[in-house]
């Protein structure tokens, strides 16, 4: 059966170089969430990798690494999420770095198991922001790169990402109503079941990341949008 993310409507995005103890990962991948992603921006390196996807895997989540870095690629996850920074102004976040771990890993990697996600950093104030050299797109800017996504590079996913800010409701739902094929996912600032509704209400999937670390009570609430009622 092949592996696929379409149906997620929630998933946590736990920080390779972010401590988590053993009970509140418990917490986390037991919590009904769709699936665990394991990112960063900042010192993701194998052995943190490794270590953290180790951890998940006792339980049986689905669990993806989202690839920041070529040096930290493990074969122990479920799927890879391969990030086209859209908005970036260096090439190599658009073409050149995913070049190349293909090049590197495509021999024990199944394709069937990568999936290729235009990115579109929408925080200034980000680390993703700064280290990807991103330009602040406007709404019109990001509505084209949601198109080009879906009708250019035909991608399954375009990723809106706040990164720790809370965003604009009305442009989620102008970019959900751009896209038709392209899921939509939206992450950035979720820390509250009300925040989680309201973009679930037109993002396909949402991601749930610092507040993990911040107030896990809280974030471990968002879940419950995969209910029909609140």
């Not at 996807?53 to 996850?77: G, M, N, Q, T």
């Not at 507040?211 to 471990?220: G, H, M, P, S």
Request: proline share 3%.
């Amino acid at each position: 059966m092949l592996f696929s993310m379409d149906h997620w409507r929630h998933a946590f995005k736990l920080d390779p170089n972010k401590e988590i103890s053993d009970k509140d990962l418990e917490s986390v991948c037991e919590s009904g969430t769709d699936g665990i992603i394991v990112g960063g921006t900042d010192d993701v390196t194998l052995p943190g990798v490794v270590d953290l996807v180790s951890r998940v895997k006792k339980y049986s989540v689905p669990c993806v690494l989202e690839v920041s870095s070529i040096d930290a690629i493990s074969p122990e996850f479920d799927a890879y999420l391969i990030p086209m920074v859209l908005n970036s102004q260096d090439k190599q976040w658009m073409m050149d770095v995913q070049h190349e771990a293909i090049k590197q890993y495509k021999h024990f990697m199944s394709w069937k198991e990568m999936f290729f996600e235009g990115y579109c950093v929408m925080n200034e104030d980000a680390k993703a922001f700064t280290y990807t050299n991103c330009k602040l797109p406007t709404r019109e800017d990001v509505l084209a790169y949601a198109y080009m996504a879906e009708h250019v590079f035909h991608l399954p996913y375009f990723y809106l990402e706040y990164s720790g800010m809370y965003g604009d409701p009305d442009l989620v739902y102008d970019v959900s109503s751009e896209l038709g094929q392209t899921k939509l996912i939206y992450g950035g600032g979720i820390h509250t079941l009300a925040e989680a509704k309201e973009m679930s209400m037109y993002a396909d999937m949402i991601v749930v990341g610092n507040a993990i670390y911040t107030n896990l009570t809280e974030a471990l609430q968002t879940v419950r949008i995969k209910q029909q009622s609140f």
